[in-house]
């Protein structure tokens, strides 16, 4: 009896959620191989804490992985006709394929490369060097008001009183909190000593300078860039159908058009807008993707029509040290509701929230479906299609 191969792209939320549901529920005459740079699961929603101070953001991919996932240590530099080329010249054949390369540091101003960044396990390594070779008094600056730039911010002041924390906003912080939501925010971060300056954008970085618009500058010790998250251009370079972002389109069932067999999750996809508008970067969104991408899979192995896809999201949550943080409820669109826990509470639910990310997903990733998303876009009342 011939095997169906079935290779993931991308050891990440949804690339170990995607090839754990598939192992787990496939039958023997499936093989599932997951195929990664490094054999380590990265949390990268920790590696703010990592640059910071805190403890290896990473696990053995083999503490993740089901015991009959093979995995392939190697970057995918080409996908092809049922085949994935390696960076260093290995092809791996596959029958299905599931893409999860994730995302990463984006650019986006003259000099970024002159910043550090917490988005990528390298990025957080080479900013905790630069914060222990810094010296008492030495500014450092995060770029970038979203959660990722809050967060790091906080962390920083926290865990190194010694230096001076400049958080930098083009616009109003964490605009997708509600008023009460970032106000706790920024209450907190004053009490950190984090020196928050909104509608401050970055327009070129270098060494030990930033300039700002309108022309000024700002000495700055360690630049820290938290902007957007971009793609890898992996499925442009592969010719398969991409946005103006870079992310394969795929359809509702998250199947790449034109490509039955490949299918895609995680941060690296676009799914039509009218049922992912809402759906944000994020291992909140990550994890279910992952989670459907493989029911997608497994449904057309068994002869079953797909289902389209339906997220709901359920809370933004911020960390801002390790004993405060920031927890908005959201409506199923992403939409804050007035509806906010904050301090020690807030930082509970978050940590919580951290390490159950880690169970959901390893070995069997079996019983997350999350919530359903909102109604489909065109069958809004108002809204055309
Ligand atoms: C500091 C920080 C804090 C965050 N906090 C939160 C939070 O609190 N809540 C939340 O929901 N989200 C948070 N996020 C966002 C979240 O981490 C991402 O949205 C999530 O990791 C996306 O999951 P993914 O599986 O799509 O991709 P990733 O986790 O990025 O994994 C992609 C994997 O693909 C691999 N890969 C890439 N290219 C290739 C290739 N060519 N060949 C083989 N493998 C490849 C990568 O090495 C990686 O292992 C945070 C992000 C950061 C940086």
């Known amino acids: 009896m011939t095997s169906t191969r079935i290779v993931v792209v991308g050891a990440g939320y949804a690339g170990v959620t995607a090839a754990n549901r598939i192992r ?13 740079p490094i054999p380590e699961f990265v949390e990268r929603i920790r590696l703010h804490q990592h640059a910071a101070g805190a403890d290896p ?31 260093d010249g290995t092809v791996v054949a596959f029958d299905r394929l599931g893409y999860a390369v994730g995302s990463g540091p984006g650019g986006g101003v003259p000099g970024v490369e002159h910043a550090h960044t917490v ?10 060097d630069a914060l222990d070779r810094a010296r008492p008094g030495a500014v450092v600056t995060v770029i970038g008001g979203g959660l990722t730039g809050i967060e790091t911010a906080a962390e920083i002041a ?43 954008a970055v327009t070129r970085i270098e060494p030990g300078e930033l300039t700002v618009a309108g022309g000024g ?46 299918v895609g999750v995680g941060d690296a996809v676009a799914p039509p807008e009218r049922v992912a508008h809402h759906l944000r970067m994020s291992c909140q969104a990550a994890i279910p993707l992952g989670v459907h991408g493989a029911d997608t899979v497994l449904a057309r192995l068994t002869g079953r029509e797909p289902k389209p896809l339906s997220i709901g999201m359920t809370l933004q949550c911020v960390s801002l040290g390790r004993a405060d943080g920031v927890v908005q409820v959201v409506r199923r669109d992403d939409s804050p509701r007035q509806l906010v826990l ?16 880690v169970g959901l997903i390893a070995k069997y990733a079996g019983f997350h479906r999350g919530m359903p998303g909102p109604k489909p876009q065109s069958e809004r009342v108002g809204v055309s299609a």
């Open 119 to 128: 988005s990528s396990l390298d990025g957080s390594i080479g900013l905790r």
């Open 342 to 357: 904050r301090g020690r509470g807030g930082a509970w639910v978050k940590e919580r929230i951290c390490r159950g990310t």
């Open 158 to 200: 926290e865990r190194r009183p010694g230096l001076v924390v400049r958080l930098l906003s083009s616009g109003v912080l964490a605009p997708g909190l509600s008023g009460g939501g970032r106000d706790a925010a920024l209450r907190s971060l004053d009490r950190l000593g984090v020196d928050v300056r909104e509608h401050t």
């Open 217 to 262: 500058t700002a000495l700055c010790d360690v630049a820290v860039w938290a902007g957007r998250f971009v793609v890898p251009d992996l499925a442009r370079r592969s010719g398969l159908p991409v946005d103006e972002q870079g992310r394969l389109r795929t359809d509702e069932t998250l199947t790449v058009v034109g490509r039955p067999d490949v």
């Open 24 to 36: 787990a529920r496939a039958g023997s005459d499936v093989t599932v191989t997951m195929v990664n």
């Open 57 to 87: 953001a990473t696990r053995p991919l083999a503490e993740m992985l089901h015991r009959d996932v093979e995995v392939i240590v190697g970057s995918a530099d080409a996908i092809g006709d049922r085949e994935v080329v390696l960076a």
